[in-house]
């Protein structure tokens, strides 16, 4: 059984510029176990498809307004606050971008990460301080036994989002959300965050939906990807048959700013092909183009891009949203 | 070498006994430097004990005049005053109240009590109170409560305090007949133990609600924004992801870091509730400091006043001690400096 399924998500905020589209249709599944990526640039939905997942989108201004997100069968959108609660930290963790500020400054860690165990499965305050200090020795944070009674300012950034991945496994949740996990960290301790993430997995078996807008760490962790633009997914498909033939425009785009290097290359970049960039801006949520929303900044746009929405579409093994791409491309009568 | 000793041994008992000690010592300085400044401030007023005392008799003559000056000491050019001040302090002797005849240190240490007890329990209401409103108000922002919560302590603070004091008299002493209209304990009764201690709580109530009404107000919006901030925070989303109900959050959670800016402000009204308590201790006749400053200033005691500024300076420099522990206690990032 397909262990999360969000179904043509629609989540909106209510602003008083008027009603902004966040995510406007979105559908990914996850199987268990799997590691579903989901990119796109800073704005583009992926976020806060993540927090709908877990009902933490702030409301107001934030609402889900229609589709719907099935976890193990059963349906999260309006479920009841209480058991909400009762998933959250139990059988979907999350992980968030920010470790120097998603730990309370006033608590020891141990207290933080024992209190999930405290919350669902009703430990005593000694049996979780004992049982955080396994985790912490698990995601392998040296010196458990005396970083359990200590404050999160004494911890670095890599170590903290190492409490803030305990904390998330400690129920051995069947799904692990992790929003921007790397991003705030220094390159080298990313490889070991992901690394660590990677072999949690393998000895939970725990399904992990991975929000980035790093290619890098996609391509590294991933077994797909679904690319997100502008509130809509675009393209989504097996990780290396996205790297090695995108279809949509925009995941092109992507693709081509990632700097390589080369340890070979005795011209050390200076005679690289200089690094492309996509033309343009994201358009803002409250002016959204009426067709296709890649169309102005898309090098191949058509007039047909212009007109109508392009659906989601078998194209190059996986699915893809664009007229230039599908494998049964519609006629300009058949849009109209 | 013993006091050495002695002194690492209480640090063993008391962690933080080090870093008190050593404010104590490095307040000081700043303690004869208030003592210098009130001195000169008073002496730059016009008029001096003997005028007023020369003044009250009627038929003084110059000679008169001449003589309580030369008996105060108040025909000594200033500087000498004031290095004879500054020498007395050394000794902790605060010198002699000529108007009322008494030590000053005893006149200040009779009253001390009582405006020890009306200035902490008003504070301690207030902060109690107005923190538990602001949390209300928090969890209901915008709503009917929130506005209420804010309607009413903003009433209560723009409302000058004899007013509000006047009020609780007419209703509970006057009218009501509940609660005596002023003074620290029945006069003529000699109450002891438990009867004492209901008498001067009876006696209490009206001047202490009367205080901290005047404070609420600044207490809950303190408390009611801090909270609202502190909720905003990565590691509150953090606690609702863990599944933690919302109440358990606003506990466990925000309460603690929201207390900051709230043990900050007591600090800092320590001090000014010394002032404010001088109308609620004339118009309750509550025997304390403040009413004993205002007729000090009537009667130009300067040594009294002078003593009562000082006992006052000391009050607020031993609160800022204790706020800077409050602070290490409440945030684990802060740590004193030895």
């Not at chain 1, 490889?191 to 992990?208: E, K, N, P, T, Y």
């Not at chain 1, 980035?212 to 989504?236: C, F």
């Amino acid at each position: 059984m397909t262990l999360l399924a969000i179904d043509d998500l629609q989540t909106h905020f209510f602003t008083r510029s008027g009603i902004l589209k966040a995510v406007d249709g979105v559908s990914l599944s996850i199987e268990p176990g799997e590691v579903l990526a989901v990119v796109g640039e800073s704005g583009c939905g992926k976020s806060v498809t993540a927090f709908s997942v877990l009902g933490l989108v702030p409301n107001p201004p934030g609402r889900i307004v229609g589709g719907s997100i099935r976890f193990e069968g059963r349906e999260l959108v309006g479920l009841p606050a209480r058991d909400m609660r009762a998933l959250r930290g139990d059988r979907i963790g999350m992980i968030f971008q920010e470790p120097m500020t998603s730990l309370n400054p006033a608590l020891t860690v141990g207290d933080q990460i024992g209190e999930v165990l405290v919350r669902h499965r009703g430990f005593t305050r000694r049996q979780a301080l004992t049982r955080a200090e396994e985790l912490l020795d698990l995601v392998r944070v040296p010196d458990p036994r005396r970083r359990v009674t200590e404050y999160p300012h004494r911890l670095s950034g890599g170590m903290r989002q190492r409490v803030m991945i305990a904390m998330a496994i400690a129920c051995e949740p069947k799904l692990l959300i992790a929003d921007e996990p790397t991003t705030a960290l220094d390159v080298t301790v990313q490889a070991q965050v992901l690394d660590l993430l990677a072999s949690i997995r393998a000895r939970f078996g725990m399904a992990i939906l991975l929000i980035t807008h790093d290619l890098g760490v996609v391509a590294e962790t991933a077994d797909r990807v679904a690319v997100m633009y502008a509130g809509r997914k675009v393209e989504e498909a097996a990780t290396a048959r996205l790297f090695a033939d995108p279809q949509h425009p925009y995941t092109r785009g992507l693709l081509g700013a990632i700097p390589e290097v080369a340890d070979d290359d005795p011209a050390m970049g200076r005679d690289r092909p200089r690094l492309s960039e996509i033309p343009g801006m994201v358009p803002a949520l409250d002016a959204m183009p009426p067709g296709c929303r890649f169309a102005p900044r898309c090098p191949e746009a058509m007039p047909v891009c212009r007109t109508a929405p392009p659906a989601l579409r078998p194209a190059g093994g996986g699915v893809a949203a664009c007229y230039a791409r599908q494998d049964d491309r519609p006629s300009l009568e058949e849009v109209a | 070498m013993r006091g050495f000793a002695s002194i690492s041994a209480l640090s063993r008992h008391f962690p933080r006994s080090h870093y008190v000690l050593a404010r104590v010592a490095k307040s000081i300085p700043v303690f004869l430097a208030i003592a210098v400044c009130n001195f000169i401030l008073l002496k730059l007023a016009p008029g001096d004990a003997a005028d007023v005392l020369a003044g009250e008799a009627g038929s003084a003559t110059p000679e008169y005049l001449a003589a309580l000056k030369s008996q105060f000491g108040l025909d000594q050019p200033t500087w000498a005053q004031l290095a004879h001040y500054v020498g007395r302090l050394l000794r902790l002797d605060l010198g002699w109240s000529f108007r009322n005849n008494q030590g000053v240190l005893a006149l200040i240490l009779e009253r001390l009590p009582a405006t020890l007890l009306l200035m902490i329990g008003a504070l301690g209401l207030a902060f109690i109170l107005g923190a538990a409103l602001g949390v209300l108000a928090s969890r209901h922002v915008n709503g009917a409560l929130d506005n209420l919560i804010s309607v009413v302590a903003l009433l209560f603070y723009a409302t000058p305090l004899f007013l509000v004091g006047l009020g609780l008299i007419i209703v509970f002493a006057v009218h009501l007949g509940w609660l005596p209209t002023g003074g620290l304990t029945t006069v003529g009764a000699s109450y002891t133990g438990l009867r004492f201690a209901v008498d001067v709580a009876l006696h209490l109530a009206m001047p202490l609600v009367t205080l901290a009404l005047f404070f609420l107000a600044l207490y809950a919006r303190l408390m009611r924004a801090s909270m609202l901030e502190v909720f905003n925070q990565d590691y509150v989303t953090t606690a609702r992801a863990k599944g933690l109900s919302e109440g358990r959050i606003t506990v466990r959670h925000v309460l603690r870091n929201a207390m900051m800016p709230m043990v900050t402000m007591l600090g800092l009204q320590v001090g000014t509730l010394l002032g404010g308590s001088v109308v609620v201790e004339t118009v309750f006749a509550w025997p304390g400091i403040g009413r004993l400053a205002f007729e000090a200033v009537m009667s130009r005691d300067l040594n009294l006043l002078l003593g009562i500024l000082l006992i006052c300076s000391v009050v607020v420099i031993m609160a800022n001690i204790l706020v800077d522990l409050a602070y290490a206690w409440l945030d684990p990032r802060i740590e004193l400096a030895r």
